[in-house]
């Protein structure tokens, strides 16, 4: 073993099993603003096995981005863990939780988060150069293909659909072949028609692919697809039993 793995062995927790891809433990995160504080989320416990589709439902405010946020290291916790495939993830240095996230963590937005400037093909490959490597040559074609956007690869954002348009973000988020892929409401900015095209398509390369994904909602019978769905309730997790 090298120097540089026994270094990361120190932040790697033995007792979650290698099936448990995100675990989160007494995770809590407060927005302070002058003497008010709120506390978005509020001692969350989570477990997400490998493969499984997860969702999150509540209503607005509740803190379901907030949660996911933090799930996906984008935002620091105020206390708490989340462990990426075991590994303590805000106990590592910022190189190493930059490398974690692009290699381990895809996420799609409500409102795409497109570079305008590039095409549809560009923006997909980002991620790849920000890694530094083509891990997965042959990936962009069985992604492209799956999303069915291998017809608008050339197109700038402005001249595609909003469908269109995250499906280039879950292409995106999906490049790097990531442990795990976040999405905070994704339809949320889609009409009916899109919306429901999306979700179709981004379950189907799920299943294809065997994709972990943890999924915020506010559609019923979209959560209820999940292998398991989690309810935040002013800043509180509980896992909700499936009715079957
Ligand atoms: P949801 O995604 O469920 O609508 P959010 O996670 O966006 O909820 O927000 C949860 C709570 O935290 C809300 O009361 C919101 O106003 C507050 N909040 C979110 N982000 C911030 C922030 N950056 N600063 C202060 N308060 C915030
Ligand atoms: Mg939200």
Redesign the pocket.
Known sequence: MSKAERRMLRHKDPSIPESDVLVAKALCKT?F?GDYH?K??DSAYLRVKRGEFVSIV????????????TLAGLETPTSGHVFLDGYDFFSLDDNTKSEFRAKKIGVIFQSFHLLPALTAKENILMPQKIAGETRYPSYFDTLTRLLKIDDRLHHLPSELSGGQRQRVAAARALINKPDILFA??PTGNLDRDSAAELIELLLATRAELGQTLVM?THDPAVAARADRTYR?EN?ILTEQKHTP
């Open positions: 927005f603003q709120i978005a989320v509540g209503t607005s405010g509740s803190g379901k981005s907030t949660l996911l946020h905070d409401e915020v935040m800043g």
